[in-house]
Nanobody, 127 residues
Framework: QVQLVESGGGLVQAGGSLRLSCAAS????????MGWFRQAPGKEREFVAS????????YYPDSVKGRFAISRDNAKNTVYLQMNSLKPEDTGTYYC????????????????????WGQGTQVTVSS
């Protein structure tokens, strides 16, 4: 099972940008689709972005489409989330997740698709 460690969170003003990183170890990262989720206090965890194993296919919900971009570097076993034009409603703990299955050539988006999770990194957007 892959181990995941997120970094890059912090405090940013509305309209600003952050880049999150997720370093993977212990699994077959280059064959695994990856995703980002977030959870605000008192709310359920929600899908933010995902990318297939090759990086060719990505998927975003409407709430972040056009502002967030997921990418991966299989040589570095790392997946990234570039977040631009941040809004206060983007505040939350951001979690990196690895697909339960290997070799999926599309970008999964259901929580049940993912079997390994990181510990999360906090993102706070001030107004």
């Amino acid at each position: 099972q892959v181990q995941l460690v997120e970094s890059g969170g912090g405090l940013v003003q509305a309209g600003g940008s952050l880049r999150l990183s997720c370093a993977a170890s212990g699994g077959t990262f280059s064959s695994t689709a990856m995703g980002w989720f977030r959870q605000a206090p008192g709310k359920e965890r929600e899908f933010v972005a995902s990318i297939c194993w090759s990086g060719r296919n990505t998927y975003y919900p409407d709430s972040v489409k056009g502002r967030f971009a997921i990418s991966r570097d299989n040589a570095k076993n790392t997946v990234y989330l570039q977040m631009n034009s941040l809004k206060p409603e983007d505040t939350g703990t951001y979690y990196c997740a690895a697909d339960k299955n290997l070799g999926r050539n599309w970008a999964p988006f259901l929580m049940n698709d993912f079997g390994s999770w990181g510990q999360g990194t906090q993102v706070t957007v001030s107004s």
